[in-house]
């Protein structure tokens, strides 16, 4: 086959080649293959280069690997290399990567141990498989037992389920998981629980039948085949076991590490209870038998658990307590027996010790005398033709023969248990078919193989046969059907290795000779073996090393089988004598087991085989009672090949479906594979050969539609054709040449081998194509984009930068120009700065010269004027000298004398002058201390200037001068008196200034202490103030730590708070609805048991009476007429009762009433009694009319004088209001005239004017109302007065004439009814009176309030300013008047409703009483009046329709005939008021009530709900009527609520509708019950919803393509969707809308509630969305990413549903949260740590097993997507294991959330409500 594909071997291609680790390894090819290359140039996925040789003989190339998108394929034929590297590495990747057990492979499902139990066998995975085509869902053993299952129902034919395996592999796990599906979809046909009988006696078998092994902790030790049997309706009926080759030799011997048959554990972990005291049991490591393989112990196996569940499966079969305790205490004698000690007395003999403990309870329990027993143990009996001797036996064939007795009792024990179990399944009732389990071991091989192994690999060799042949046939029908040409396939025959075996003188036949001779030995056995078959079979082999031992080549392998212990296997010999003793026994149970020795063909009990190997015994079919006991002779093999012939047969007779288990290593580790183990298997098996014989046609097949779909990429428009069979035709012609490479069939496309990955190949590469020229257009464009992005980034840039140039040399423009004008200006004035200076310096020099003349011309005229003065002087000097020379010598004496003395005194001056001087020097500084001194000094000095001037002036004139000098002596004299008085102050000052100096220096050092003080002060201050200011900052920052801390801990506790709120909300919340679950399931299940009771009385009462042929004909005809009756009669009272009605109403009409006085006045007085009667009453009648006359006028006048008070009082209060605001008014205009010409004047002005009109407008109202107070008052007197008029006086004088007894008890009845009447109206006027009164109280009470309140804001007004006062007073008296106003009003349009109602009713009146006086003129005086006068009038009288319906209590069953059992929803219905029969019922109802009447009421209620509950039996899977009668149903709940005078449900009634309620029954418990029968309509009405939409579902949700082109269709093997129905669904998720719209307007058209109808469409939404995950889930083939995108699509839709039907808020989107979760997670990425968080975080409405089985079903489609790896599947299973969550895998399409009925009162009044004709309700009268 690979030669024909050299062109697949390129560069890059990936091929498998041989390894002794891994068995197959995977390279890949680094250059291309050419014809005749002996090397292949491979790397392998490590990286390391290899050069692969080729065989030079055959040339054979490496097997090709397929396509990573066909890796994990649920069918391994869906391969398109079949080989077994890819079958080996497919179930490898789904086993160890997905997580997946089960495989396809054709016909045969793989199925691999995981060592982990798994969360996919409960009943929900169970309700998912049901129902469902086996190729539609993942592989699992429950598809497999569907199929089975579906076939028998539809082919009619038995059918059978070969489960086969190695020991450890879970074949007993998988028969178990397949009869518990049998027995969970079937049910039982009758109450006995025959499923559960069927799955009770797995844990009995396991018991007594399995064991602890190396390789598996629960290995079967023996074969069964168990039909389960069926009736016509395919409920189970009972079931049959049969058993093969139990391993005995396991009682009595273990290997390490293993154990005995569980049975023995159970009983040693229950020795304590008190029930097994007496079998005086120990501990397992006490006990021979149970103590050989040292492993008694299981992990996770409570052996005293399993014993109770032992004990309980017993008992559900029927095995009772005493029966049980036998059987346990022949299991316990077993093990005593296993620990009696045998010693050697000599060589040849052997004894037991006497008084042997073990041996002695062994004999009690047994019931055997101790003597015989320890006899035959040791001794032996042996007979010859003549005598017979008692020999001793040794040791060790004493020990051989007490463990052959063990052996024998447990296998009788064994097939026992197993007859009683076939007992307790057995069922009278003829079984239809049966479905068979083969739960049997698979092909074996160690290293010692003997007899045991032999036998199973015969039975395996038989199994292969059947198996290759079936599905050989399979194939040639396959091809038959699709009518192509096919030729014979070569595959494996094993017919001879199976003569080889069973053929005459085949291994078998001669053993069996063997056994026969006398000195028969198993070496001879090998001779003849040797002589017989090594030179004429091939199959048949000789060892090179052994003469005791020879090779069969089977299927699966060649197998070296040791010949030591064959004979004495076969034989399987007892020693008789010990079963003698047993017989005798006086044990019951015991004796019961021995007693059909001689009719069994059973075997005994075999010796041991030698090394501890299994021994072997087999239970065959029951031996007919013509048999010999010869037959007890018949050898092992013998009896296995019977018993294989018979099974073989029944096969052969079924339908046959497989199941291999695989074993995927030695150590029982989870879910890891073991390559080498795993092909030893699945070769052993047959799963290879399977691949061959697919392999060697053509394993691929598809539908055109699926190769269209596919390869729709290789097709050009052109080749696109109408006809998709002809556009496949031509399309395969062109892309492979080789026409014997694929076939076309009717329906399908046949491909070799290969073909399909050829066409993946060509497929990949023009996607690869097309992927390049989208890569390359998209990049052109991206780069484009790019370009022109920064093409209009640079233009921009360059817009920028030259924008920026220009901005700047305009800057620069203008700083040039700025610059040049500031150069002007400064320039400017620099030059002017230079001439003003320049100008200034000319003017001071002009200044300074001018002034420099002017002062040399000044000191010119001086020195001229001083020189004319001189001159005078000098010629007055002259001429004085003259004058002085005379006197001269006269006064010289004097002048000398006065001379000196003025000298001594000018010294004397001289120097007190120098001393002040210096003193003045000396005290300079105090000059500016002392402000007064320097003033005086500054004196001093003008005078001494004076002075200075006056000698100057003294001198040159001398006459002058000494009278100056004298002036200036005295002068001087008083100055020196000063100086010294200056002087002596001079020193006081000094003495002040030291002193002041010292104050000042002590004021210094004091200022620098404080000084010091205060900056210490100020330091301490600010070290102070800083260390506050941080203890303030540390203090604030706590504060605001604790503020948040505080904040944050209450916000904390606040969300704690609201948290726990909110989770404990939720608790409740979830605990009321699992409440109210609870109770609508309690519910459920009693209407089902309530019909389950109706179904089994009507089978009773048919089984009773069974009819004669035309009985019930007669029966239909009688109901007929009684129906036809029965409305005539109905007919007849509803006459009579509108006859009454009639009459009733005439009597109380008041033109009855005067026909009735008229007709008094003519009748004759005949009886006295009925006279006396008459006055009586009349007297009665007057006195009370005349008392209540009476009350009412003191009643009224006081009224009307109360009215006059309040009247009163109102226009005193109005008056003094009036005069006040008048005032206001007054003194608001004189300040408005004061103030005319301030703003807003008119504004008042025009306010004022509106409230003279509202005050007008206010009279105006006044008045009117008091006339119509008047009116209303003459009126009412008026009807009093007329009232009064029209008493009954006439009748006492007109009794007289009375002469007719009818009639005058006629007119006694209307005089009764008319009291009556008088008497009702009193009493509401009475009423009417008290409530006017209290009225004008409320009113009065008003009056005052609000009168004290005006007094109080007067108050208020008068503490505020003038402005204020008048403002607010103003506000006040708008308010007041405009509320006054609009309480008048509201008073005047009630008033004027009354004068409306009294007109009305004054009409009425008239008009009767007109129609009364015509009828009185036409009427002749004697003319009968029996006729009624004037029924046209009576429909007048709507008035007075109260809302009832009056109904004869004959007329019930009509009324619920019509109204509930006969009234179609579609049609009659339809057109009807939403919940118009429900009205109808409670009008009804109404009435009963009102007429108090218990009975009435309750009849009507129970034959109400009777008759709802007939019909939704009767049409219960018509949505329509469930719908229509949950509605109405609903409505009649809500009536009773509404009317039921409850205040909480009278909240939105009207007055006339509170009238209207029920006033003498409390109807709360039929409440109740309503709303139990509401709540079984809406689960009656959620299944036939459900029933509607299930088929829908998968298809439109999943399977249809909403979006075309998106999903990918993938190679699919053998098993095609709709595999087992021949029509496939084509709903669409347009139809899923459609039904959806039709259940809401269907809805809708009934009334239905709208909460109510949201919990509907919740309840949908649910269902889709669980059954769409959950198939999910179960697909393989659908978790790909274009899946999800149409899952997401189909939900948006949905979704917009919601929104177009304004349901968005009901929930029901909620409801499809785990199915967008489940569709984003298969579009999501998933390779990174942050995109598992993100998955975590997103998928919170997925449970963890949800998450990770939809990452390990992950599929791509193409082959650019990639697989989830297991490293990141780990990732989240890390994250989310702490998650606390149920483990359940797929959702419960079965809840049904609980429904609440909303409180939803009507607005229609009942009064309104008209009856149609079309209902035929004419019976009911209105009230």
């Known amino acids: 086959m690979n030669q024909e594909l050299d062109f697949m071997y390129i560069k890059y291609a990936r091929v498998w080649i041989p390894d002794p680790e891994e068995v197959w390894k995977s390279a890949e090819l680094n250059k291309d293959y050419r014809q005749g290359d002996g090397v292949l140039q491979l790397q392998l996925e490590d990286g390391k280069e290899l050069e692969y040789k080729l065989d030079p003989k055959t040339n054979n190339l490496p097997h090709l690997r397929n396509p990573d998108i066909l890796v994990g394929e649920n069918d391994l034929t869906a391969l398109s290399y079949l080989h077994e590297p890819a079958v080996l590495h497919n179930l490898k990747v789904r086993f160890t990567d997905s997580k997946l057990i089960y495989t396809y492979c054709g016909i045969v499902l793989v199925a691999i141990n995981p060592y982990e139990t798994l969360p996919i066998y409960g009943a929900d995975i169970i309700n998912a498989y049901s129902g469902q085509n086996m190729g539609d869902m993942d592989p699992h053993i429950f598809a497999v037992a569907e199929e089975s299952y579906k076939q028998m129902a539809r082919d009619e034919r038995n059918q059978s389920i070969i489960v086969s395996g190695e020991s450890g592999a879970g074949k007993t796990v998988s028969a178990k998981y397949a009869m518990r599906y049998f027995a969970t979809v079937s049910g039982s046909a009758s109450e006995a629980n025959v499923e559960e009988k069927v799955l009770a006696s797995n844990p009995i078998m396991e018991s007594i039948g399995n064991a602890k092994t190396t390789r598996n902790d629960n290995s079967s030790r023996f074969g069964k085949y168990i039909e389960i049997g069926f009736d016509k309706k395919y409920h189970i009926i009972g079931a049959n076991m049969r058993t093969y080759l139990l391993e005995k030799s396991r009682v009595v011997f273990q290997a390490d590490e293993e154990r005995n048959y569980h049975i023995f554990y159970q009983l040693c972990a229950s020795a304590n209870l008190p029930e097994f005291k007496a079998l005086k049991l120990r501990t397992a490591n006490e006990f021979h038998y149970t103590k050989q393989g040292r492993s008694p112990v299981i992990d996770g196996v409570d052996d005293a658990k399993e014993m109770s569940t032992t004990r309980n499966a017993f008992i559900l079969l029927g095995v009772n307590e005493s029966y049980q305790m036998g059987l346990f205490q022949i299991l316990a004698s077993i093990l005593h027996l296993g620990n009696v000690e045998v010693k050697d007395r000599d060589l040849d003999s052997s004894i037991i010790p006497p008084n042997n403990a073990h041996l002695s309870v062994f004999c009690e329990l047994m019931g055997v005398t101790y003597q015989d027993m320890s006899h035959w143990l040791c001794h032996k009996k042996i007979k010859t033709t003549t005598e017979t001797f008692i020999k001793p036996i040794p040791k060790l064939q004493a020990i051989n023969a007490r463990d052959a007795l063990s052996k024998h009792i447990y296998a009788k024990l064994f097939n026992w248990i197993v007859d009683h179990v076939n007992k307790a399944l057995h069922s009278s009732v003829k079984q239809h078919s049966f479905i068979g389990v083969l739960d049997i071991y698979g092909f074996e091989t160690f290293e010692i193989n003997s007899f045991e192994q032999f036998c199973i690999n015969y039975a395996n060799e038989k199994l292969q046969q059947q198996f290759n042949l079936h599905v050989f046939k399979l194939e040639q029908e396959e091809y038959m059907k699709e009518q192509i040409p096919w030729t014979l396939i070569d595959f494996y025959d094993n017919q001879p290795c199976i003569n080889l075996i069973e053929a005459k003188m085949g291994i078998l036949d001669l053993l069996d000779e063997e056994c026969k001779m006398p000195k028969g030995s198993d070496d001879s056995w090998a001779q003849k073996l040797y002589n017989t078959h090594l030179k004429t079979c091939e199959l048949f082999e000789k060892p090179r090393m052994s003469n005791k031992a020879f090779i069969?080549?089977?299927?699966?392998?060649?197998v070296e089988y040791q010949c030591d212990g064959f004979l004495e296997k076969n034989k399987d010999t007892v020693n008789e004598e010990q079963i003698n003793v047993l017989k005798a026994s006086k044990f019951d149970l015991l004796v019961e087991l021995f007693q059909d020795v001689e009719k069994a063909t059973s075997p005994t009990g075999a010796a041991p085989a030698p090394g501890g190997r299994t021994r072997l015994s087999v239970k065959p079919v029951k031996s007919k009672a013509g048999q010999s006991s010869k037959e007890h002779k018949k050898t092992v093999g013998l009896q296995f090949r019977n018993s294989l012939h018979l099974l073989m047969e029944t096969l052969n007779a079924t339908t046959p479906h497989y199941v291999r288990c695989i074993k995927p290593n030695d150590h029982k580790f989870a879910f890891t594979f073991d390559p080498k183990r795993a092909v030893q298997q699945l070769r052993a098996c047959g799963v290879l050969e399977t691949i061959r014989i697919s392999a060697a046609g053509f394993p691929s097949r598809w539908t055109y539609q699926e190769f269209f779909s596919r390869y729709r990429v290789l097709m050009k428009q052109k080749d696109v054709l109408t006809d998709k069979k002809m556009t496949c035709k031509n399309v395969l012609e062109k892309l492979v040449q080789d026409p014997d490479k694929y076939q076309f069939g009717k329906t399908k496309i046949f491909f070799r081998a290969g073909q399909v990955a050829y066409l993946e190949k060509l497929r990949a590469d023009k996607l690869r194509a097309a992927c390049i020229r989208i890569q390359k257009t998209i990049r052109c464009w991206l780069a484009r984009k790019k370009y022109l992005r920064m093409k209009n980034a640079a233009t921009t840039i360059q817009r920028f930068v030259r924008g920026y140039q220009a901005r700047c040399l305009a800057k620069f423009l203008r700083r040039t120009r700025a610059a040049i004008v500031i150069q002007k200006y400064q320039r400017m004035y620099v030059q002017r700065t230079s001439y003003k200076r320049k100008q200034a310096a000319a003017l001071v020099m002009q200044c300074i010269l001018r002034a420099y003349m002017a002062r040399q011309l000044y000191k010119a005229l001086l020195r001229e004027h001083k020189a004319i003065i001189i001159q005078k002087m000098v010629r007055g000097w002259l001429a004085r000298q003259w004058y002085k020379r005379s006197l001269r010598a006269i006064v010289y004496l004097q002048c000398c004398i006065r001379r000196m003395r003025a000298k001594r005194e000018l010294k004397k001056l001289k120097i007190e002058a120098r001393s002040v001087e210096h003193f003045k020097k000396l005290n300079i500084g105090m000059e500016n201390k002392i402000m007064q001194l320097q003033r005086k000094i500054d004196e001093q000095h003008k005078e001494n200037r004076a002075v200075s001037e006056r000698l100057n002036g003294l001198e040159i004139s001398h006459a002058a001068e000494s009278e100056r000098m004298r002036g200036e002596l005295t002068r001087l004299r008083g100055a020196e008196e000063e100086a010294k008085n200056n002087a002596n102050r001079v020193t006081s000052l000094l003495e002040e200034l030291e002193r002041l100096r010292k104050d000042l220096q002590n004021t210094q050092k004091e200022k620098k202490t404080i000084e010091d003080w205060a900056q210490k002060y100020q330091d301490e201050m600010e070290q102070m103030i800083s260390e506050l200011k941080e203890q303030n900052h540390l203090l604030k920052n706590e504060k605001d730590d604790l503020n948040r801390l505080i904040q944050e801990q209450s916000q904390q506790w606040t969300e704690k708070m609201q948290r726990a709120l909110k989770e404990e909300t939720q608790q409740l919340e979830s605990d009321l609805n699992e409440e109210r679950s609870r109770y609508q399931n309690l519910l459920s299940e009693h209407l089902r048991l309530e019909e389950k009771y109706d179904d089994l009385k009507e089978e009773i009462t048919l089984a009773v009476n069974i009819p004669k042929p035309g009985h019930r004909r007669t029966d239909s005809t009688h109901s007929s007429n009684e129906s036809e009756c029965t409305y005539s009669e109905f007919a007849e009272s509803e006459e009579g009762s509108r006859g009454g009605e009639d009459v009733s109403k005439g009597i109380l009409d008041m033109s009855l009433f005067l026909k009735l006085q008229k007709r008094v006045s003519e009748l004759e007085q005949e009886k006295q009694s009925l006279q006396n009667e008459l006055d009586r009453r009349e007297e009665q009648f007057q006195r009370a009319r005349a008392r209540d006359d009476e009350e009412h006028k003191k009643s009224r006048s006081a009224e009307l004088e109360y009215e006059s008070l309040k009247r009163q009082e109102l226009e005193s209060e109005n008056k003094k209001l009036k005069h006040n605001l008048n005032q206001m008014r007054q003194s608001l205009r004189g300040q408005t005239e004061a103030r005319s010409a301030a703003p807003g004047s008119p504004a008042y002005v025009v306010l004022l004017d509106q409230l003279n009109a509202s005050n007008e407008e206010l009279e105006v109202r006044k008045e009117e109302v008091l006339i119509l107070r008047s009116q209303l008052v003459s009126q009412k007197e008026a009807m009093q007065h007329k009232a009064t008029m029209t008493e009954p006086l006439p009748y006492i004088e007109d009794v007289q004439k009375l002469t007719d007894a009818k009639e005058i008890s006629q007119a006694y009845m209307g005089l009764k009814d008319t009291n009556r009447l008088l008497e009702s109206q009193l009493q509401a006027q009475r009423r009417s009176h008290e409530n006017e009164v209290e009225v004008l109280r409320g009113e009065l009470q008003s009056v005052k309030e609000e009168n004290n309140r005006q007094q109080q804001l007067l108050a208020q007004n008068l503490q505020l300013p003038p402005e204020a006062r008048i403002e607010a007073s103003l506000q006040h008296e708008i308010t007041r008047l405009t509320n006054e106003n609009l309480d008048l009003m509201e008073q005047l349009e009630k008033q004027d409703k009354t004068v409306r109602k009294l007109k009305k009713q004054l009409k009425v009146f008239a008009k009767k009483i007109n129609d009364l006086e015509g009828g009185?003129?036409?009427?002749?005086?004697?003319?009968?009046?029996?006729?009624?006068?004037?029924?046209?009038?009576?429909?007048?009288?709507?008035?007075?329709?109260?809302?009832?319906?009056?109904?004869?209590?004959?007329?019930?069953?009509?009324?619920?005939?019509?109204?509930?059992l006969e009234l179609k929803p579609r049609g009659v219905a339809v057109n009807l008021i939403p919940g118009l029969p429900a009205y109808i019922l409670f009008m009804c109802l109404r009435h009963a009530d009102y007429v108090n009447d218990d009975q009435k009421v309750r009849s009507l209620l129970t034959s109400v709900i009777n008759s709802i509950k007939k019909i939704l039996k009767k049409r219960g899977d018509d949505f329509e009527t469930v719908s229509f009668w949950l509605s109405n149903t609903c409505r009649f709940l809500h009536c009773l609520k509404q009317y039921s005078g409850d205040e909480q449900f009278m909240k939105h009634n009207s007055p006339k509708?509170?009238?209207?309620?029920?006033?003498?029954?409390?109807?709360?418990?039929?409440?109740?019950?309503?709303?139990?029968?509401?709540?079984?309509?809406?689960?009656?009405?959620?299944?036939?919803?459900?029933?509607?939409?299930?088929?829908?579902?998968?298809?439109?949700?999943?399977?249809?393509?909403?979006?075309?082109?998106?999903?990918?269709?993938?190679?699919?093997?053998?098993?095609?969707?709709t595999s087992s129905i021949a029509d496939e669904g084509t709903y669409t998720l347009d139809s899923i809308i459609r039904q959806l719209n039709t259940f809401h307007s269907i809805m809708c058209q009934h009334g239905t509630d709208p909460e109510l109808i949201k919990q509907v469409v919740k309840q949908q939404f649910y269902i889709i969305g669980a059954v769409t995950l959950n198939n999910l889930l179960l697909r393989k083939d659908m978790c790909s990413w274009s899946k999800g995108m149409q899952i997401r699509y189909n939900v948006s839709q949905l979704e917009e549903w919601l929104r177009d039907k304004n349901l968005m808020v009901c929930g029901a989107k909620e409801t499809l949260e785990p199915l967008i979760q489940a569709a984003q997670l298969l579009q999501v990425k998933k390779k990174t740590d942050e995109d598992a968080e993100a998955i975590c975080s997103m998928c919170n409405a997925l449970s963890t097993a949800q998450i990770v089985k939809v990452l390990n079903l992950y599929t791509p489609v193409n082959a650019f997507e990639e697989r989830v790896s297991a490293l990141f599947i780990r990732t989240i299973q890390t994250r989310l294991r702490d998650r606390k969550e149920s483990p359940q895998l797929l959702m419960d399409t079965k809840i049904i959330y609980p429904v609440?009925?909303?409180f939803n009162p009507s607005s229609l009044a009942l009064e309104t409500i008209q009856i149609p004709s079309s209902l035929n309700l004419g019976f009911l009268s209105r009230v």
Not at 1429 to 1451: A, S, T, W
């Open 1796 to 1798: 609440t009925f909303p």
């Open 1416 to 1460: 009185q003129m036409d009427v002749s005086p004697g003319q009968t009046t029996d006729e009624p006068v004037h029924p046209v009038n009576i429909p007048r009288r709507e008035k007075d329709f109260q809302g009832m319906l009056e109904y004869k209590k004959e007329d019930e069953l009509k009324l619920v005939k019509n109204l509930i």
């Open 552 to 558: 069969i080549q089977h299927f699966a392998d060649k």
């Open 1553 to 1617: 509708q509170n009238d209207h309620c029920l006033s003498n029954f409390d109807l709360a418990e039929y409440r109740q019950v309503l709303s139990d029968l509401a709540i079984q309509i809406y689960q009656q009405l959620i299944k036939c919803m459900e029933n509607i939409l299930q088929p829908m579902i998968v298809s439109g949700m999943l399977e249809h393509e909403t979006i075309q082109g998106v999903s990918g269709v993938k190679p699919t093997g053998l098993r095609k969707r």
